[in-house]
């Protein structure tokens, strides 16, 4: 059965405006700190998105009552009668997503148990949750590996304690601090993410109680406290949604206004967006991304953690330097499976080869283990239509970027995944005059 087919006309400039909502890397996450308040919380600016729906069906299921108003974009939380969920409607619920590893902490607190079953997500690296674990087992959890997944308990409780990470990863930065909040004591997070959606996470627990505080050298200081609060929180808008729009009116010398977007989210991104000879015009309300004609110019770019490029950024602006004069080079220093997007691409007529040696300056820890994480693109090449399959959320969004831009007719398989992060994206695309059908 097909998962979602999309036909394409291509070669038609995006012209119009659309709205970016909440971030799809902090909704879920605050959705899933509601569980540790004793009042109930609201979160607004909550896009309709899969995860989301995949959240509020575990939130449900551990007898969190949820109202969501989705034309206002509201979710309204009430942890008041939390209990166990069922092992199998767990399982059921999950899905695809990572999302529950990050219930362990916060339902240690409230039941003294938590159950993860097999944890799913885009295949584009490996993504252990080895991290998890061990901060878990760091604050006194026991950990349980069983055949439906991993059972975890803390009959005496969780405690503070200091965590060093060898690598800045975001969501082990997230299990630190759902956890670290109401553990006994205090706890220092070393070599801490700090993403603006990290912060973001920040704000909503110190709204409900936490203490908390951030240093510049990436260490988190968190003082455990008895009991928290709900909250009431305006979610900050999604920074790769916003790009990946952007991208699509470089590649497709189009003009689009993102109503939602904030500048200061998106510093790294704007710079190389103007290198590359891009324009934008920042707004109270926006920022609008347009072509302004000429050749596109030709870059080199190294993802990193935050405040570096971020790598859900190198996807979609990968389509649009295969429309700019010359060899561009992409560093991938964060996730070691990236460029496997770039294989249809290629079928539509790019010129990109793939290399296994770090590129651009920079040696990294892909650099000694055989990765092909660096990519040369060559051009500006004409891509034409084809048919194609989306691999992954932003592989694929970039893929439909890929069409929209290309000459004649594609046929884009897999776009149900896209839905995942990218809130109405066929209404969007209407919005922004694309010739696109949805056929399955």
């Known amino acids: 059965m097909v998962d979602g087919l999309l036909q394409v006309e291509g070669g038609r400039p995006l012209s119009g405006e659309i709205t970016v909502r909440g971030a799809k890397n902090l909704v879920p996450k605050a959705m899933v700190a509601a569980l540790l308040g004793a009042t109930p919380s609201v979160l607004r600016n909550v896009p309709v998105i899969r995860d989301v729906d995949v959240v509020s069906g575990l939130l449900t299921l551990h007898g969190v009552s949820i109202d969501h108003d989705p034309a206002e974009g509201v979710l309204r939380l009430d942890p008041s009668r939390v209990e166990s969920a069922h092992v199998a409607d767990i399982d059921a619920h999950a899905g695809s997503s990572r999302i529950p590893i990050l219930f362990c902490g916060p339902l240690l607190h409230r039941l003294g148990e938590a159950f993860i079953p097999d944890l799913g997500g885009c295949r584009i690296g490996d993504r252990p949750i080895d991290y998890h674990l061990q901060i878990l087992r760091q604050f006194g959890a026991s950990v349980d590996k069983q055949v439906q997944g991993i059972r975890l308990t803390a ?3 969780l405690h503070g304690t200091v965590i060093d990470l060898p690598y800045p990863s975001v969501g082990a930065t997230e299990q630190t601090l759902l956890t670290a909040v109401r553990a006994h004591g205090l706890t220092e997070l070393r070599g801490a ?22 240093d510049t050298d990436r260490t988190i200081h968190v003082e455990g406290v008895e009991e928290l609060s709900g909250y009431n929180h305006l979610a900050l808008p999604d920074r790769i949604e916003t790009a990946s729009w952007a991208s699509a009116a470089l590649a497709t010398r189009g003009d689009i206004f993102v109503r939602g977007a904030h500048q200061s989210d998106m510093t790294t991104f704007l710079n190389i967006f103007r290198k590359v000879g891009g324009a ?13 004609g000429g050749d596109l110019r030709s870059i080199v770019v190294e993802t990193n953690v935050h405040p570096g490029f971020m790598t859900d950024w190198q996807q979609p602006l990968v389509v649009a330097l295969t429309q700019a004069a010359g060899l561009s080079i992409v560093h991938e220093t964060v996730y070691e499976n990236r460029f ?4 249809a691409l290629r079928k539509m007529g790019a010129t990109i080869q793939v290399y296994r040696e770090c590129l651009g300056g920079t040696a990294c820890r892909f650099g000694q283990r055989n990765f092909y994480h660096s990519a040369v693109i060559s051009g500006p090449t004409p891509l034409t239509g084809a048919d194609i399959v989306v691999p992954d959320l932003r592989g694929g969004f970039s893929h439909l970027i890929a069409a929209l831009a290309a000459e004649g007719t594609s046929r884009v398989e897999g776009v149900n995944l896209i839905d995942r992060g990218y809130e109405n994206f066929m209404f969007k695309l209407a919005s922004l005059e694309a010739a696109v059908t949805r056929l399955a």
């Open 280 to 292: 934008f015009d920042v707004r109270d309300e926006g920022i609008r991304f347009y072509h302004p």
């Open 155 to 157: 009959p005496d409780g």
């Open 340 to 343: 496997g997007f770039t294989g």
């Open 193 to 214: 993410a700090v993403e603006p959606e990290i912060m973001d996470l920040v704000d909503v627990l110190q709204k409900m109680g936490a203490i908390i505080s951030v």
